[in-house]
């Protein structure tokens, strides 16, 4: 009898220990509350005001950026140019995309250290991050520029909660609000709102100011953060995550509105997005993803 209940009891401890260990993971990967969140959307009906993710479908897939052997990161989308800007950080390089994948130039980076992220903020003018120093570095892009030298640029060094290798990874900017946001990788993944840079009149005295809100950037149910984009038309910021391969729609605060799954199967991807590093989206809606190493993928509402 002693032998049964021995056994009982180290089969419940195992089970017990299994379990414990799967609601670990199963929180790490935050999949509660995105399951949580999955199942709210069949009751509720669309938002017409919001960009509702759910509705887009892949219309280019995997698209190999010839040219480039250097992994991709971050994206950009340039209303005047109707063209979009990443970046590549092994040999730094600011790379001037067509809206179907192709690359129509180079610009070398000289001095940007771990060049991760870009973000148009206004003609000719865009603001490009350095993840391990964590410095926003504002430069100027003409149609003759050749080579940028972060030197001779306004720069920015925040130095906030610095952890090696998970530092500022995405960008987005508000031109009404005057708001740029940077978006902090991991450990603890943060979304900042950063006032006063770039500095609009050199003749004012500079004055910086940076809003951070951990409480709502915990309840977003993802691992990672490796880019975004703000919608000027619904106010929503869209976030990008590798790891969880998702796309969210966040409100400004921070709740969930919709998500779009760069997992094989889910809105018409034949493959998953191996790593979704960057995302933006032009004037009419369309959503664009680069992938490393240096993959592109398109997404439109039908």
């Not at 999955?38 to 280019?60: F, H, K, M």
């Not at 950080?89 to 250290?113: C, P, W």
């Not at 619904?234 to 969210?248: P, R, V, Y």
């Not at 760069?262 to 590093?277: D, F, I, M, Y």
Request: hydrophobic residues 40%; glycine residues 6%; charged residues 25%.
């Amino acid at each position: 009898m002693r032998r049964v209940n021995r056994s009982t009891a180290l089969v419940l401890c195992i089970t017990l220990v299994a379990l414990v260990a799967a609601g670990f993971g199963a929180q790490h990967l935050r999949l509660f509350e995105r399951s949580w969140f999955q199942l709210s959307q069949l009751w509720q009906t669309a938002d017409p005001n919001a960009i509702n993710l759910g509705e887009y479908r892949a219309v280019v897939q995997g698209k190999v950026i010839e040219g480039l052997e250097d992994n991709v990161s971050a994206l950009t989308y340039d209303p005047l140019r109707k063209t979009l800007f990443t970046v590549t950080n092994k040999h730094a390089e600011l790379v001037e995309l067509s809206l179907d994948g192709r690359v129509l130039r180079r610009i070398a980076l000289v001095g940007f250290g771990d060049a991760e992220a870009v973000e148009f903020i206004g003609e000719n003018t865009y603001v490009i991050t350095d993840e391990h120093q964590q410095r926003l570095i504002k430069v100027k892009v003409d149609d003759n520029t050749q080579v940028l030298d972060a030197r001779d640029a306004q720069q920015l060094t925040l130095g906030l909660n610095r952890s090696g290798n998970k530092g500022f990874e995405g960008l987005a900017y508000d031109s009404v609000g005057k708001r740029l946001f940077v978006a902090k990788e991991r450990d603890p993944m943060l979304i900042y709102e950063v006032r006063g840079f770039p500095q609009d009149n050199p003749q004012q005295p500079y004055a910086t100011h940076v809003v951070t809100n951990p409480r709502r950037d915990a309840r977003i149910f993802v691992r990672d953060l490796s880019s975004l984009q703000f919608d000027e038309r619904t106010g929503h910021l869209l976030a990008l995550s590798d790891e969880s391969k998702l796309l969210l729609e966040l409100d400004l605060e921070g709740r969930p509105i919709s998500t779009l799954s760069l997992k094989k199967g889910k809105h018409g991807l034949t493959r998953s997005v191996p790593q979704a590093e960057g995302i933006t989206m032009d004037d009419e809606g369309t959503v664009y993803v680069v992938s490393e190493p240096n993959l592109f993928y398109v997404f439109k509402k039908p």
